[in-house]
């Protein structure tokens, strides 16, 4: 182990002196040549660094170009969602202004209707009263009438009749005064009167 | 045959007629020298007075010139408290009329009435009676009118 450990070193110490001397001859040998790798390195490395630059700026512009189109996306998608939430809350605005809409104009067809029906009652009600109102006055006149024609009916009666009877009492007057006295004689007003003395006494007119 | 004052003066213008006598006797007799035959032969006819003297000597009543104011005044008081008969008729009652009424009336009354005639052709025959305010109508133009109008 030890010797491994030796060997190792040993090796390790020559290796390490090698190297230091080629790293020494190296540098002596290569230091030109290291300048002209660094340039060439330092060329490489811009280069890397300009291809990075470019890779990175295309990369930039993929990345911007990226991002613009997820930027776009989610700006569509937003957008969407926006216009779908928008849809959908106008939708639902709709259907809640609808629904108050509906309740309102139910309430308020509700209440034109209550009214209407009130108003309607009303009308109803004060045509009724109009119509009994008209009716009492109806019956009222026709009343009147009835009685205007009896009366009117009675009095021509009675007229026709006291006419009629003026007349019949005329005719009758013309029988008694004209007619009859020719036909009594002294002797018959005698036993008339005797007899209506007598039928007076009867009847009480003395007492 | 004795008649009542009535009877005899059975008509309202007879009795006015004979109250007026006795109102007129009345007047004589205010002289101081009165005669009451002078003042009864002047004032009355016969007949009245003979139907004066009945109806005193009913009724006990002196002619008597003391007496006579007095008794003028109760005959004239008697002639007015006579209750009167208003006999409407159609004719002027006759002197038969008359006095077959006024036998008929004191037999069936008993008592005495006056008469008063009215004349209205157009009852025709019968009579209208007014006594003390009660009217009754017994004539032929009422009868008539009854036949044609009563139902």
Redesign the interface.
């Known amino acids: 182990m030890q010797e491994s450990l030796l060997l190792t070193l040993l090796i390790l110490t020559n290796v390490a002196l090698f190297l230091t001397a080629a790293t020494w001859l190296f540098f002596l040998f290569r230091r030109e040549k290291n300048v002209r790798v660094l340039v060439t390195i330092a060329e490489k490395k811009a280069e890397e660094i300009i291809t990075a630059a470019l890779e990175k700026a295309a990369k930039t512009v993929t990345d911007a170009e990226y991002l613009e189109k997820s930027l776009k996306e989610k700006l569509e998608k937003s957008v969407e969602i926006a216009a779908t939430t928008i849809t959908d809350e106008g939708k639902q605005s709709a259907e809640a202004l609808a629904g108050a809409y509906s309740t309102a104009s139910k309430n308020a067809a509700a209440t034109l209707e209550d009214q209407a029906v009130a108003a309607f009652s009303k009308v109803a009600q004060d045509l009724s009263t109009e119509s009994n109102e008209v009716r009492r006055q109806l019956d009222e006149i026709v009343a009147s009438e009835h009685t205007k024609l009896v009366t009117e009916l009675t009095e021509y009666k009675a007229e026709r009749k006291q006419e009629f009877?003026q007349e019949?009492?005329k005719k009758?007057?013309v029988?008694?005064?004209e007619l009859?006295?020719y036909q009594?004689t002294?002797a018959?007003?005698?036993k008339?009167?005797?007899?209506?003395?007598?039928?007076?006494?009867a009847?009480g007119?003395?007492n | 045959m004795t008649y009542s004052l009535s009877q005899a003066l059975p008509t309202t213008t007879a009795l006015t007629n004979f109250q007026q006598k006795l109102a007129d006797a009345k007047k004589l007799t205010f002289r101081i020298d009165f005669d009451s035959e002078k003042i009864l032969a002047s004032s009355f006819s016969p007949a009245e007075r003979k139907v004066l003297e009945q109806h005193c000597s009913q009724h006990k009543l002196s002619l008597e010139s003391t007496h006579l104011p007095k008794t003028l005044d109760v005959v004239s008081d008697y002639i007015t408290k006579i209750p009167e008969l208003t006999?409407t008729?159609?004719?002027e009652?006759?002197k038969?009329?008359i006095q077959?009424?006024s036998e008929?009336?004191h037999v069936?009354?008993k008592k005495a009435?006056v008469l008063t005639f009215r004349i209205d052709?157009?009852i025709?025959?019968?009579?209208k009676?007014e006594?003390q305010g009660?009217v009754?109508s017994?004539?032929?133009?009422n009868t008539?009118?009854k036949v044609?109008?009563e139902k």
């Not at chain 2, 017994?138 to 133009?141: E, F, N, Q």
């Open positions: 009877e019949l009492r009758i007057q029988i008694i005064t009859l006295p009594i002294i018959d007003q005698e008339l009167l005797v007899a209506a003395i007598k039928k007076a006494h009847e007119l003395f | 006999i008729m159609a004719v009652p006759n038969s009329i077959t009424l008929l009336l069936q009354l009435v052709t157009s025709v025959a019968g009579a009676l006594f009660k009754q017994h004539t032929i133009a008539i009118e044609f109008y």
